[in-house]
């Protein structure tokens, strides 16, 4: 396959996966996007971009492996102390003296993956506030597009090794250890909101004086950095602080950001007012510098997807003049091109369906938005219609000057008709809640029958109880028992070990059970050797075959002793007169478990 067809093949994926799951990796490098997913695809054996699309539809739990693997969430509590050591001797308590005490202090984390970073901050915070002032000022708001680490994130649940290098006198205040894993205190936590954020699609948080995103952009192209980059600037206050990871930069930003601290990649928001961009970024779009013709095309764009709204909306000025009215704002009030620019007051639509001049004066004031309920519209087509009229101011968000008032009417007939509609299904739920009462009584009756049986099983494993420590009693006897066979055992083997004579003891089936160190001397074999095998099939210089008859004799109770002198050769090649005596091996009576035999070596003469 030609590298233009696996380009193309690997857009196509990627145009897949934004559809089908709503994630957009169009803003990422090539190059390590295209590995991250290959890695993935060898491992479950594909080899083809095409193959693997066809395998994720049918196989749709496969998305989860593949995006744990494109979004790399590898992070530390402290990584890169010298940073975080600098954020708190010098960033923090900058914010702090900055800030006026009744005023909150927000913190954003951006790309917070498994959330260490994140409480890295809050622990900071805690620590330089106090825990009482940081319970009402702090918010840390922690983003991730990773929904499975955001869900890791939100139990705040540790590992040993993942807190390794807290130290030792914050990870006492600030952490519980329950059942073998550090919890973060619900103190520090309640202050931390998470949630899903794209650094590429979706708005910024706004009005922050902290923002940390480290590690994050440099899996981006240049073109994308930007755009996140602008959003950053609009989500920080004037003066608010940038962290950085240790492997980015902003040499294409200067005009943006200015570095506090380099060698931390710590950065502050230059101020450069840019009205245009600050209102595009607010209503989450992207903003770059542009030519003017392509200015005029972009308005005429938003002029576009303003008209075409369903909902019908008008856009008034500070004196009430009427800048804009979408479509359905035309064809609802009857408007004509020639009512835009004049005053409000002037237009029927000031008193009709509702008055909304005074409310227009409300909202001025007090700069925060109204909702009229239900306002009754006759219509001679339709009959009557009922509406929520909804007034917006619309503020500049760096500046938060008043720009302007935005109303919108929004149609509830069809509400109002299901409210009917409710009425009447109360009226059933009542009479099925009645029954419900009935059936909550059975239950309750139920209920009181299920706490008797759980009664019965307290008193049960009450029981369970008493008789586990009993059985902890016997095994206690039973260890102590242990012990003392154990010592019997040593006892024997010195014994055994001591006596001159060889010493073997052999099963009713003649496997050898014993074989001292007598035995191993007289016959180079040791007892590792011998052990369990059966002892006439032995290739020893001694004549084992002449004891056969004699060991039958014992195993079968004919005869209680034999005794013989046979010429045999030791381990050493020497002829020897070795004295054997066996003797039955009795357990328990006369019960005859086998055969004891003794032998004794004799120096052999020569004739």
Avoid at 303 to 317: K, R
Avoid at 377 to 404: A, C, H, W
Wanted: proline residues 3%.
């Amino acid at each position: 396959m030609t590298s233009t067809e696996q380009n193309s093949d690997l857009e196509a994926l990627l145009d897949y996966i934004r559809r089908s799951r709503g994630f957009d990796f169009s803003g990422y490098k090539r190059t390590s996007l295209s590995r991250r997913i290959c890695k993935r695809m060898q491992t479950i054996g594909i080899e083809t971009y095409s193959d693997y699309l066809d395998y994720l539809e049918v196989h749709s739990d496969e998305f989860v492996d593949l995006f744990n693997t494109i979004l790399i969430n590898v992070t530390t509590f402290f990584r890169e102390p010298q940073a975080w050591e600098y954020i708190a001797s010098e960033i923090i308590p900058s914010i702090i003296n900055i800030k006026q005490k009744t005023k909150p202090i927000r913190v954003w984390s951006a790309g917070c993956a498994s959330g260490e970073e994140t409480y890295t901050v809050a622990i900071l915070l805690a620590e330089a506030l106090g825990m009482e002032e940081y319970s009402t000022r702090v918010k840390v708001f922690a983003t991730d597009v990773d929904a499975e680490a955001l869900n890791h994130s939100r139990h705040a649940t540790y590992s040993a090794k993942d807190v390794r290098d807290i130290p030792p006198n914050l990870l006492e205040k600030y952490f519980e250890y329950v059942n073998g894993h550090y919890v973060i205190q619900k103190e520090l936590r309640r202050r931390v909101i998470f949630g899903r954020n794209d650094l590429v699609q979706d708005a910024p948080i706004s009005r922050i004086d902290l923002l940390i995103c480290r590690n994050t952009l440099m899996y981006f192209n240049t073109e994308t950095q930007s755009r996140i980059l602008d959003r950053f600037h609009f989500a920080l206050n004037d003066g608010g602080f940038l962290f950085l990871g240790k492997a980015e930069m902003l040499f294409t930003r200067n005009h943006s950001f200015t570095a506090v601290d380099l060698r931390s990649r710590v950065f502050s928001k230059a101020i450069n007012s840019n009205l245009r961009r600050d209102m595009f970024l607010s209503m989450g779009h992207p903003f770059k510098e542009q030519t003017v013709p392509e200015i005029v095309d972009q308005i005429r764009i938003y002029e576009v997807a303003f008209d075409i709204d369903p909902v019908a909306q008008i856009v008034v000025d500070l004196n009430n003049y009427v800048l804009l009215a979408n479509n359905e704002a035309r064809n609802l009030f009857n408007l004509n091109p020639h009512d835009l620019g004049r005053p409000l007051q002037d237009l029927e639509l000031s008193y009709r369906p509702v008055e909304l001049r005074s409310h227009l004066e409300q909202v001025r004031s007090n700069r925060r938005s109204t909702t009229l309920k239900d306002i009754e519209y006759p219509n001679s087509e339709r009959g009557m219609r009922f509406l929520d009229v909804q007034l917006i101011p619309l503020l500049n968000n760096n500046t938060d000057k008043l720009l302007g008032i935005k109303i919108i009417f929004t149609e509830v007939t069809r509400f109002k008709q299901l409210e009917t509609e409710l009425v009447h299904a109360n009226q059933e739920l009542e009479t099925a809640y009645e029954e419900l009462q009935s059936t909550v009584e059975e239950l309750e009756t139920t209920n009181e029958e299920l706490q008797s049986t759980n009664e019965e099983l307290e008193t049960m494993n009450e029981e369970l109880q008493s008789t586990n420590e009993e059985l902890q009693s016997i095994n206690e006897e039973l260890r102590q028992r242990s012990d003392e066979l154990n010592q019997v055992n040593a006892f024997l083997e010195s014994i055994l070990t001591s006596l001159r004579a060889g010493v073997v003891v052999l099963s009713n089936d003649f496997h050898i059970l014993i074989w001292n160190r007598k035995a191993e001397d007289l016959w180079g074999l040791r007892n590792d050797e011998v052990l369990l095998q059966n002892f006439m099939t032995l290739d020893i210089g001694l004549p084992i075959e002449q004891l056969r008859i004699p060991l039958r004799e014992i195993l079968t109770g004919q005869s209680n002793y034999y005794e013989i002198l046979l010429d045999a050769i030791n381990r050493r090649g020497r002829g020897i007169h070795c004295h054997v005596i066996c003797t039955p091996f009795l357990r328990t009576g006369t019960d005859i478990q086998g055969v004891i035999l003794l032998m004794e070596e004799r120096e052999k003469l020569d004739d």
